[in-house]
């Protein structure tokens, strides 16, 4: 039987956002903020921080600051997004959307740019050097600034590399002179625009007694826009849309059934169930166990900054007489 060989998922919205700015503007929590979100992040000061520990250098702010020249000097003046590049790439087949953390100037923006094109998107974060100079002071990080001066070395180290014009390019820009919680808020609300509230992976096996098109057709059925990989017999499709298996779930009945499935399935962020690959060739939905015969449909349900509950009120709400008592148009 042929098998098609995708390598890799084309997304319909996949999306690189990269926080540019001065040292301690509030990068790191902007990225911080993304991982809680469950946007994973790509630190571009990793690659630099792993280079002074290969070397056998003490981490400071002086040496990392050396080898970062040093890689430019080298490798070209993008030479870390360079290095980052396959970091992203492995991030976005897992999710979709990925946080750039650390760009330091043009000639990065530039690769980054050429790499990923429209869906690459830059925010820049300003900040006042007294601001920075005391966000230094209370974090305390082995290689951050010790003085005003050296907060203004650093600044100056950076802006020779082009990050000036990096911070002009900006798509976005978002201030970060006030409070923490007004910041954070700023950048959740930010990133809700890029992210998914909900992404599902399907995957199964693809047994010799099977039609490959039969098990296309089973998951299309429940999840029309999916996009596939097929490859060593196994099948993996992903969506983020969840209205055909909702209608399915209301127009069988079977919401407190789905709804007790989902509660069992649960592991923090995700939750996943399995379902009989052959009734949903028919366009049913049937739920069965892990070891059933012929591979079941295993259905992961990802949350991305989503409330477990709403969640559920959304596509499995509880019901009274066989009627929802409490349900969400959207999540």
Same mark, same amino acid.
């Given at each position: 039987? !042929? ?8 997304? @319909? ?9 001065? &040292? ?6 902007? $990225? @911080? ?13 990793? #690659? ?60 990065? #923006? ?27 002071? @209370? @974090? ?7 003085? #005003? ?10 802006? $020779? ?34 992210? &998914? ?20 057709? !089973? ?54 169930? /399995? ?5 949903? /060739?028919? $366009? ?10 012929? $591979? ?17 009120? /959304? ?17």
């Amino acid at each position: 039987m !042929a098998k098609i060989l995708i390598h890799t998922f084309r997304f @319909r919205s996949m999306k690189i956002i990269a926080f540019v700015g001065l &040292p301690l503007s509030g990068k790191s929590t902007a $990225s @911080r903020i993304a991982e809680d979100m469950g946007i994973p992040v790509v630190v571009m000061g990793d #690659v630099v921080r792993e280079e002074v520990r290969r070397r056998g250098l003490e981490l400071t702010d002086r040496n990392a600051g050396r080898i970062a020249t040093e890689l430019r000097q080298g490798e070209g003046m993008d030479a870390i997004a360079k290095r980052c590049i396959p970091r992203i790439r492995r991030k976005l087949e897992e999710k979709g959307v990925v946080v750039i953390d650390g760009i330091r100037g043009i000639a990065e #923006v530039e690769r980054f740019k050429r790499e990923f094109g429209d869906d690459f998107v830059l925010i820049n974060i300003e900040a006042p050097a007294d601001v920075r100079f005391e966000r230094a002071v @209370r @974090r305390k990080r082995a290689d951050d600034v010790r003085t #005003v001066e050296e907060l203004k070395n650093r600044d100056e180290r950076e802006l $020779s590399w082009g990050m000036g014009d990096a911070m002009k390019m900006a798509d976005i820009t978002v201030e970060n002179a006030g409070n923490m919680e007004d910041f954070e808020e700023k950048i959740r609300a930010l990133l809700r625009h890029f992210l &998914p509230r909900v992404e599902v992976d399907i995957e199964t096996k693809i047994h010799p007694t099977e039609d490959e098109e039969k098990v296309r057709k !089973a998951i299309l059925n429940l999840f029309p826009d999916a996009e596939f990989v097929i490859e060593n017999d196994t099948v993996i499709a992903r969506t983020s849309n969840l209205s055909r298996f909702r209608e399915l779930l209301r127009m069988q009945r079977i919401l407190d059934t789905a709804r007790s499935m989902f509660i069992s399935g649960r592991a923090g962020s995700r939750i996943t169930v /399995y379902l009989n690959k052959q009734t949903a /060739y028919i $366009s049913r939905i049937n739920f069965t166990e892990e070891d059933a015969i012929l $591979s079941p449909l295993k259905v992961t349900f990802r949350l991305f900054d989503t409330d477990f509950e709403k969640f559920l009120d /959304y596509l499995t709400p509880e019901t009274r007489d066989g009627k929802p008592i409490k349900e969400v148009d959207r999540i």
